[in-house]
């Protein structure tokens, strides 16, 4: 007989990181050893950091769809428009460029240095929330999920083909090495997908920002309709007004 099917929450997956993670890296087998297997890779990876970021922004910029949201204000930066041309692309020299490449160094050095804990989950699922457009973000940026996931299928492969052939470990361990990379890589694209999939549940406080938005809105219209009521009735007394007065003087000729 086989064993009871362990229970699965569908609301804590969309509500409970931590809940959400424990799932997903208990499925495809990702755990403590990977985690260390990944940090035991810092001593390889963090020096190749800015040759890796430099070809991930390489690989965007070879594509218009990709490389058009840099034109778009980011999540910690407002991208000054140089030209009034929202044609002219923007330049791997510019500072939204600079700023992004500084991001995604933070993010690859935490990789194999972080302790996997609940503020670690909080900042991949950030980095996840920051790219789409939901309840309680400020930028406007959203990325479409086809553009995450190729980034991510490209980092991946680029990341294990440099580990691939690192002669500083054994096989065993390179190997190790490598399939951690690949299980991390599906955990953090789940923190993505989740901000994409229609049945994802919206936690208290994404409940309560969107009805705060619909109360302001509603509250707005209101007020532009008391407004345009208000002036609607001004200019109805005032009319009113010279009319009788228009009215008063005809009868004072008479």
């Not at 109360?215 to 219209?221: A, L, Q, T």
Request: glycine fraction near 4%; proline fraction near 1%.
């Amino acid at each position: 007989m086989a064993a009871e099917a362990k229970h699965i929450d569908h609301d804590l997956l969309y509500t409970d990181i931590q809940y959400r993670f424990d799932y997903v890296s208990q499925f495809i087998g990702f755990d403590e050893a990977d985690q260390e297997y990944i940090r035991k890779s810092a001593s390889v990876v963090a020096g190749l950091v800015p040759t890796i970021v430099d070809a991930v922004y390489d690989k965007l910029a070879k594509y218009d769809v990709t490389w058009a949201h840099f034109s778009q204000d980011q999540d910690g930066m407002q991208v000054e428009k140089e030209t009034s041309n929202d044609e002219v692309p923007v330049e791997m020299c510019s500072e939204v460029i600079k700023f992004r490449k500084v991001m995604l160094t933070k993010y690859l050095k935490k990789l194999v240095t972080s302790e996997w804990n609940l503020s670690y989950l909080k900042y991949l699922d950030w980095v996840g929330h920051i790219h789409t457009t939901t309840p309680l973000k400020k930028s406007n940026i959203n990325v479409d999920y086809i553009h995450c996931n190729a980034l991510f299928g490209y980092l991946s492969g680029t990341i294990t083909s440099i580990l691939i052939k690192c002669a500083e470990w054994d096989e065993e361990t390179r190997d190790c090495i490598v399939n951690a990379y690949v299980k991390f890589f599906w955990v953090q694209n789940d923190l993505f997908s989740k901000y994409y999939v229609k049945d994802r549940v919206l936690s208290d406080k994404e409940r309560a920002a969107v009805a705060a938005s619909k109360k302001e809105k509603e509250d707005r219209i209101r007020r532009e309709l008391r407004t345009e009521s208000l002036l609607n009735a001004v200019i109805g007394i005032i009319a009113g007004t010279i009319i009788g007065a228009l009215g008063f003087k005809h009868l004072a000729r008479s």
